[in-house]
């Protein structure tokens, strides 16, 4: 079972990124998945979150309306869209996923994570 996230960048404030999390070795329909980044010097935390049928979705407080999380099943693949990015926004992503097919806000749901893909936004 593989997760593997890409995508990430150098990107300018104000500027957006889509990540990408593909699976392999698992069925992703199977599966809810998470994404999560942790910045340097600070703990992990939630970034936005999708059952195994797409519809539904949480999303982080701070991040809401900047983010979107979707799924393509066919494609054993989720994405991450970001808007607006901002320098604080810099951080390694991670993808998660859950067996149960649902979500939460915490990493320890999950059972698979993926290996991570750096997002830098520059000032």
């Known amino acids: 079972v593989q997760l593997q996230a890409f995508g990430g960048g150098l990107v300018q404030d104000g500027g957006s990124l889509r990540l990408s999390c593909a699976a392999s070795?698992?069925?992703?329909?199977?599966?809810?998945m998470g994404w999560f980044r942790q910045a340097p010097g600070k703990e992990r935390e939630f970034v936005a979150a999708?059952?195994?049928?797409?519809?539904?979705?949480r999303y982080a407080d701070s991040l809401k309306g900047r983010i979107g999380i979707s799924r393509d099943n066919a494609k054993n693949t989720v994405y991450l869209q970001m808007n607006g990015l901002k320098p604080e926004d810099t951080a390694v992503y991670y993808c998660?996923?859950?067996?149960?097919?649902?979500?939460?806000?915490?990493?320890?749901?999950?059972?698979?994570w993926g290996q991570g893909t750096l997002v830098t936004v520059s000032s």
């Open positions: 998660a996923g859950a067996r149960s097919g649902g979500f939460a806000l915490s990493g320890n749901w999950y059972h698979y």
């Open positions: 070795g698992l069925t992703l329909s199977n599966y809810g």
């Open positions: 999708i059952n195994w049928s797409g519809a539904s979705t």
